[in-house]
């Protein structure tokens, strides 16, 4: 429900913060054949108040028998503990795990939506001959 504000917040006052995924995804009728891929920093903890959201969703999943995967930082949170799948980014320092976890997170999305047999379309890059053109241009007049 990320993509629709209004949708989000709607949810979020009437049902509850902890609860909007976990009830968007009944309503888009989540299945054992599913996958719910989570990106998260900290991967949520019911015990620390954290991500309540992501475990609810998490919960819901296991149950339904849905495959779980998450890319996640620090310890892994409840997402390290019951996915199928998990890769948990080190933190190389503390005070930047967020940052980390967020460019790593960022390298698999795209490695996984530009993966040949995962993508529709061929992607639409800039011509790059145009750019060794412009860039031995620069050069000359240097």
């Known amino acids: 429900p990320t993509d629709n504000v209004s949708e989000l917040t709607a949810r979020i006052n009437d049902e509850g913060w902890s609860s909007c ?14 996958t ?3 990106f998260s920093v900290g991967g949520g903890c019911l015990e620390r ?6 475990v609810e969703s998490l919960r819901l999943a296991a149950r339904i028998g849905a495959t779980i995967v998450g ?20 933190t190389l ?4 795990v967020t940052p980390h976890t967020e ?6 999305w795209h490695l996984i939506v530009s ?15 145009l750019l060794s053109a412009e860039r031995s241009f620069s050069i000359a007049m240097a």
């Open 115 to 129: 993966h040949p047999r995962l993508k529709r379309n061929e992607a639409k890059w800039e011509e790059t001959s």
């Open 21 to 34: 995924y976990a009830n968007w995804l009944r309503g888009s009728r989540l299945r054992s054949d599913d």
């Open 93 to 96: 320092s503390a005070d930047t």
């Open 71 to 90: 890319v996640v930082g620090r310890d892994g949170g409840y997402t390290a503990q019951v996915a199928d799948a998990c890769v948990v980014v080190p």
């Open 49 to 54: 108040n954290i991500s309540t959201n992501i």
């Open 36 to 38: 719910l891929f989570v």
């Open 103 to 108: 460019s790593f997170q960022a390298i698999i």
